[in-house]
């Protein structure tokens, strides 16, 4: 498994983020109106620029709503906006200016956003790249994603997973939640690993989908489907050359000790 580049969340177009590094989140996707749960992280960075990343609602309650992105997405800056949109750029004017946000876009609860003490920050291929934060204003009606039973969630090699994510395409700016299917070709205990682009453009994960989700099985309505690994990393920087994409998988952080299961409300 050589595959070396994090996903990092770089600022929103057509800014590039700290790294200069550009971002392309559903590579050969195409729009996504239906995964209502899976949102906009966004944190700012300096004064003037935005860092985004893709979350999913995996739980509501006492009017907070529980997101799992990546810890890679939290460790350096610290969201303080989640939109509920299948467009971001309607929660920007709330990051980092003072102003309270108006649904679609939520407050981050300051003191919520934690990361997996298993994530090395310093490794080329992380695991355990997950994040938990909550926000406020949830209702009964803001839609969730499952999580998997425990440690069983399914998976196998040759599965084929649904991803979503936000931001840029392989074409250009964009700023639309994103959905693309492939397969599972290699499977850990920690991880999940899928083959994407190439001559087939097939479609997958690259810069900026950093945090959203895998989702089994692919294809489902969204009540049916379940949270089975986070974006994490891949080979390229580009989605166009990126061949290879890493989730974390969720069910390794499930269970009585599971940083995830720890971290949603009892």
């Keep these: 498994m050589v595959v070396p580049s994090l996903l990092g969340c770089m600022a929103p177009p057509p800014s590039d983020g700290p790294t200069g590094m550009t971002r392309s989140p559903i590579a050969y996707g195409t729009p996504d109106s239906t995964h209502t749960a899976v949102v906009a992280v966004l944190a700012p960075v300096g004064s003037t ?8 609602i995996v739980q509501v309650s006492g009017g907070f709503g529980y997101v799992l992105t990546a810890a890679h997405c939290c460790n350096m800056y610290a969201p303080t906006v989640v939109v509920l949109s299948s467009d971001y750029t309607v929660g920007e004017q709330y990051v980092g200016t003072g102003k309270t946000p108006v649904p679609p876009a939520y ?8 990361y997996d003490p298993m994530f090395d920050s310093s490794s080329s291929q992380p695991d355990h790249d997950f994040c938990m934060l909550k926000f406020s204003g949830a209702t009964a009606s803001t839609p969730t994603l499952a999580l998997p039973t425990s440690t069983s969630d399914g998976l196998q090699v040759g599965s084929r997973v649904e991803h979503v994510g936000f931001g ?5 700016a964009n700023s639309q939640r994103m959905t693309g299917t492939d397969t599972v070709d ?3 205990s920690l991880v999940i690993q899928f ?6 453009d097939i479609p997958g994960t690259c810069e900026g989908d950093s945090g959203g989700p895998s989702l089994l099985p692919a294809g489902a309505p969204q009540a049916q489907q379940v949270v089975v690994a986070v974006q994490s990393y891949g080979n390229s920087t580009t989605c166009s050359g990126e061949t290879s994409g890493v989730a974390s998988r969720v069910s390794s952080a499930m269970g009585p000790s599971g940083f995830i299961s720890s971290s949603v409300a009892s």
């Design 195 to 200: 083959d994407q682009g190439g001559d087939a």
């Design 168 to 172: 840029v395409t392989q074409t250009g």
């Design 107 to 114: 407050p981050v609860v300051p003191g919520s956003v934690s």
């Design 186 to 188: 290699q499977l850990t």
């Design 49 to 56: 620029e935005i860092e985004e990343c893709t979350g999913t």
